[in-house]
């Protein structure tokens, strides 16, 4: 299968975007430092304590800031007596809407090319509440400890007005429909009602997923200071260009007047944004004179940073005898505040996922008084192919037919909602890989294993996610006459090894050895606006440095001149080697870098560039997928599940590093195991507050509650993205919710449709 996949990736790569027409060099590229599982470089930085992160960032004279969190979810501050906060030990400012300096509203997130807010509320310029946990105060005190005490003295009271904060509440106002990146969220083909009463075999059920919050381990920071109309902002960040951007709109100067650097960041998920703490630190900032330090409490990045959102979802399918989908209806309802744009996209796995007759998709947007949604880790598929692959373990159920024999007769042969042909899809290699390697023959009927007082269950879902490349990239190669290499491009490394990986690929790119390339990223001032996103960052980086490298070898190809064994030849012509630039097809003619540049009497060769915009999104239908895996045993006594198996087998083109694509993989997994069994921000619907605002209350797996997690992958290139490989960041978490509920199903025959699957649930 491999070697066919490979031979039609050689035979579609002539329609390719990329220069020339022709698919990235390093697809086929073999022996090189891509594909190698190196570790990470900055991992010694990290385990020895020496990597500074936003909160580490020592200031001379700095102060540390708290915030006080509103306790209703609408209305107005009354009143507010700070006398006693500005008298306690230490304390240099409290602001509030009364002192705040002006400052205009964030600009939303994926609303433009730059933008980074969370939300686009006044942000305390005024008496409003909007939320119950929106900030009221800060105060900046010369410890940390002395600030939170000094917010304990602050005296609030509330003027409350009436709030939307019940899910069904807001259902029974009325629901509007859900616009995802300005497209709305819906998908039509025939008449998905009439094939679903007219089929042999339906199942249609509503499932439930709660909110989540998000808790990277490293708490949301900032170390920020003024330089006199300049603002300089340590900040962890998977968006360093789009938060100095915004930032700058906030505090009415010049893009270039804003300094953010992120070098280290511990973890982000989607949630390394621009929220309200990193304005309100360079509000405080200003005010007092001062560098000024912020670092959220776990309960602060409850309160003021969103996370996913709830989701009702109706999955119907109708199937014919042979269990051919004629008809797929997904459709529901998600929960947001009419301050954000971010409907939790649940749609999005089924309309590429299954060739079915006909398809109804819908997400509606119900409105409520709270914080503004986000993105966290793949944002509608971790929830959404919860539902959709739920349901076809319930058809699959229903028929008597294997659940991977139903999916793979349904397989599409193109994109069943736009028509596009896929640019590589190799599901059913993932699947008869994945199968083999779990034992997928053993299975039983459901109840059917039992060892004491556990009942054992294996289940598999699909997971799925889209190959991504926003526009916005750019990169700079600075080489220099010792033939070392700089790349700087404004990206992130958020722990996940991109600087570990593109640092491999550049390496190859310029035929260079690894200690000869210096990746630099995490800086807003470098090349580029690159969201670490959508798993789209290994892709926009590589687009960059394949156009950076261009120029860069065009140039080389001039200062080489006619003296060169390089004379006359063509930048496609080229490519590196060596320490230097050979002919692709001779590579006798060649000349090193130190060489050209020494005859050329140069020190530094710069190039800088940006790539195409990015076509292969529109003209192939881009998605990765991966066969989950699970084993469950579930107590017969107590209800308790202990996840005692996974395997992920995923098709996500080429694999770069193998050693950090495994962590991200099995880190994914790790998070749909929570998101499967333990994750559920409790909502008080009376007064709109988030109750368990703690890692002691807000469950996430620990090591006792993961087993060991195998992976493994295709490594088929996907002959439309740079490199071959699609991304690898978000896939993980996907399709984990219902390979574990499909598992629990073999284990009790109890069919759980509300996550998470807690005990309760179960007895
Ligand atoms: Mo990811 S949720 O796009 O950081």
Redesign the pocket.
Known sequence: ATQAAMTKAIQLAPDSWMPGGRPDPLIFHKHGHVGQPVSRIDGPLKVSGAAPFAAEIPLEGMAYAALLFSTIPKGRIASMDVSDALLAPGVSLVMTHRNAPRMATMPLFLTGAKAAGGDDLPIMQDDRIHWNGQPVALVLADTQEQADHATSLIRVTYQAEEAVTSFAAAKDNGTVPGLFMNQPLQSRNGDADAALAEAAHKVDAVYRTPRHNHNPIELHAATVMWQGDRLRVHDAS?AVAHTAWSLAQVFGIDEDQVHVTSPFVGG?????TLWQHQVLAAAASKLAGRPVRIMLSREGVHRMVGGRTVTEQRVAIGADADGRFQSLIHSGTIAMTRHNMMPEPFILPARSGYASRTMKLDVEVAYVDMIAN??????GEAVGTFALESAIDELAVAMGIDPIELRLRNEPDKDPSTGAPFSARHVEEAYRSGAERFGWSSRGAPGSRKDGEWLIGTGVATATYPYYRMPGGAARITLSKDGAATIDIAAHE?GMGTSTAQTQVAADRLGLAMDQVTFRYGDSSLPGVV??????QTAAIGASVIAAQRVLVKELLKLAGNDSPLAGLKVEDVGGRDGGLAKLDDPDRFESYASILSRARRDTVVAEASPPPPLEMLHWSMHSHGAMFCEVRVNAVTGEVRVSRFLGSFDCGRILNPKTAASQFRGGIVMGLGLALMEETQFDERSGRIMNPSLAEYHVPVHMDVPDIEVMWTDIPDPHAPMGARGV??IGITGVGAAVANAVFNATGKRVRDLPITLDKLL
Not at 531 to 536: D, V
């Open positions: 998977q982000g998920f989607g949630s390394k986000t993105f966290m880790r793949a944002p958020m969201l670490a996103g959508g798993s789209q960041g978000e």
